[in-house]
């Protein structure tokens, strides 16, 4: 059996920097690796949105490997591609089953199945046991109903879901991820783990709230791979919560110390401002942690506290200047058009942000996407929300056609996003980080005066 893993091909590019990565898909390489353990399966893995291959390059590429499967994973911005891809191979290669992953179908797989005709299963949740488990059926020509967490089409259309799978506890019995059957990339986002304790209103998350983590010496063995293979510039640890299980985080730190990584890679993390205290952000500047990135959402106390994060002005604050002491860059992620969001709560935003005063502020305005309960309160015009409905392609973070609220027209939200990026720097006249922060998004910006 042959089975090709794609992203879908993109037919706009709307914001450069998320449209055109310079990170291949992790999901991808997991999958990849999983697979390329199975008898009888011949692989291909092509990530066309990293490979920046349009519509005629990755159709010619399925067309000639002519996969008894094509599997697509796709963010919620990205499935109208994903269901016109399938549109392609349902219509070029009619005996191909076409599967879609990721959090899109994982969020709202019924509907996802009625949406897009040409999706004949979807994977939800993690996808790497149910692949597999779907690709044996399909080549032993067995019933797709005792598969777990799946949605599928029966043999007379219907759409049939069923019983939800369980997460892999023990990381350690997945493979590696199989980043040599992608392209080399200048950035690679891997996990130490999977889950998040915290239930934010606007994430859906996929992975559980039960953090799941990987053995210190594969994460280890991960890096030095990529570091000896691949040469990144830069490796990211993408996990909802970096630091969260202090064991595991000391011990990763103590041997990323004592083989001197940071002088091969420059790495760094994303987490959350409750984890940061002195000894763990001590410990990363010891292993020469180049970044740290945290999600700020608010300036506003009232939002925080209903958000679902756990966090407040107060131990944001503090998260900020522990990083500030120690010399460690930051960037702060903030969020524009929370529920019952306000131009005076934008502004305390704005001003909060300023007195971090962050290496880089990172301002996106609210998505509902599928799944959360911001989703929820947007279309029911909750909240002080105005439903809106759009096409699944106006669910971005910046250039964001979606989000109306009764206060604050989209317009408005996108006026707010360029104050804000502007007042941090000028605040306190960090006139050359403001040019190269405008050079350095140069096409990014030209890309949403277009769109404002």
């Not at 091909?9 to 997991?30: G, H, K, N, Q």
Request: proline share 5%.
């Amino acid at each position: 059996m042959k089975v090709l893993l794609t992203t879908p091909y993109l037919t706009e590019i709307v914001e450069p920097i998320y449209d055109i990565p310079r990170f291949a898909r992790p999901s991808l390489a997991s999958l990849a690796a999983v697979l390329s353990h199975c008898n009888n399966i011949e692989l291909m893995v092509c990530d066309a949105k990293f490979s920046q291959y349009d519509t005629e390059m990755l159709t010619q590429r399925i067309i000639d490997f002519r996969p008894d499967i094509v599997g697509i994973t796709a963010y919620t911005c990205e499935i109208n591609e994903a269901g016109m891809l399938a549109d392609f191979v349902k219509k070029n290669l009619p005996a191909t089953q076409v599967i879609v992953g990721g959090p899109h179908v994982s969020a709202i797989p019924t509907d996802c199945m009625m949406e897009f005709q040409a999706f004949d299963i979807g994977v939800i949740g993690e996808g790497e046991i149910s692949l597999t488990e779907i690709c044996e059926a399909l080549i032993n020509n067995v019933e797709l109903s005792n598969i777990k967490g799946i949605v599928y089409r029966d043999n007379e259309n219907n759409i049939v879901l069923t019983d939800k799978r369980d997460t892999v506890n023990n990381l350690d019995e997945l493979p590696p991820p199989a980043w040599h059957m992608l392209p080399p990339a200048p950035e690679y986002f891997i996990q130490t783990g999977r889950g998040c304790p915290f239930q934010c209103n606007f994430c859906f998350n996929s992975n559980g709230n039960f953090i799941r983590m990987r053995s210190v010496d594969s994460v280890i063995a991960e890096m030095l791979w990529l570091i000896d293979n691949v040469k990144p510039l830069r490796i990211s640890f993408g996990d909802e919560v970096f630091g969260l299980n202090r064991r595991f985080t000391y011990a990763l730190l103590e041997k990323m110390i004592a083989l001197g990584i940071d002088k091969k890679v420059n790495w760094d993390v994303q987490t959350h401002v409750n984890v940061i205290n002195e000894e763990l952000i001590a410990k990363m500047k010891l292993a020469g942690v180049t970044r740290i990135e945290m999600g700020v959402e608010s300036g506003n106390d009232e939002i925080l506290a209903r958000m679902g994060k756990s966090i407040s002005r107060k131990t944001i604050a503090d998260a900020f200047s522990l990083a500030k002491k120690y010399k460690i860059a930051t960037g702060a992620f903030l969020i524009f058009g929370h529920p019952e969001e306000t131009k005076r709560s934008i502004w305390q935003s704005i001003r909060f942000v300023a007195q971090l005063n962050p290496t880089e502020p990172v301002f996106a305005i609210m998505v509902p996407y599928p799944g959360t309960l911001v989703a929820q309160w947007f279309h029911n015009s909750e909240m002080g929300y105005i439903d809106n409905r759009k096409p699944w392609s106006s669910y971005r973070k910046q250039i964001n056609g979606i989000m109306n609220l009764e206060r604050i027209s989209n317009r408005q939200l996108k006026l707010y996003l360029l104050i804000a990026n502007v007042w941090v720097y000028l605040a306190h006249f960090r006139i050359l980080g403001f040019t190269r922060f405008v050079f350095s998004n140069i096409k990014n910006i030209r890309f949403f005066f277009k769109h404002l």
